[in-house]
């Protein structure tokens, strides 16, 4: 600490952990709670990176044969469940295998899921002209104006809209990730 180069490598060593700060909270929470834990075996995470990986090659809907992989490797959960904040209840190897379960099938559904997302928001884009054109159609109805054919004729997309119309409703009311800022994965 007093040499310069001492005074360097401190600041450069402090420049570099406020960087992971901000860059990597979770990750260096996660470290914190290893240190806190006195988990000194990181490999857990990787083990389990592992179990996910191989279950998600298998029949995922299963929860069955995910349970029996998880008993198989219950002392490693149990070291995790501190971690996670699992409580004293709820450490069972059910807990975990519902987990797992989400996990693998989050990651074996995530680009079908981003996809999803995509469509919901081209059909929001698609209901605001929806709208407008269902509002015209009210304010000049038939009866009283001549209309053009194609005036009447059925908005392209709706058969589309109306299958997934009850998803917009659950994305707005619901806060989950389909909702408008895509804040939750």
Known sequence: LKTTE??????SYSQELKRLS??????????????????????????????VNNISKEELHDSKQILVQVKLNYTMF???GQIVGITAKQNNPNTYSKIIQHIALMEKY??????????LDSIKKWQEHYKTVETLREEYPAKTYKQPKTFREKPPGLDI??????WLNLSRYKGHAL??????A
């Open 6 to 11: 001492g005074i360097e490598a401190i600041q």
């Open 22 to 51: 901000y860059e990597h909270q979770l990750g260096l929470r996660l470290l914190y709670l290893f240190k806190r834990y006195e988990l000194a075996d990181f490999s857990i995470l990787q083990k389990i990176s592992d179990l």
């Open 78 to 80: 149990e070291k995790l």
């Open 110 to 119: 995530k680009e079908s899921y981003f996809q999803f997302q995509r469509l």
């Open 161 to 166: 809209y109306t299958k997934y119309q009850p």
């Open 179 to 184: 909702n408008d800022d895509h804040n939750e």
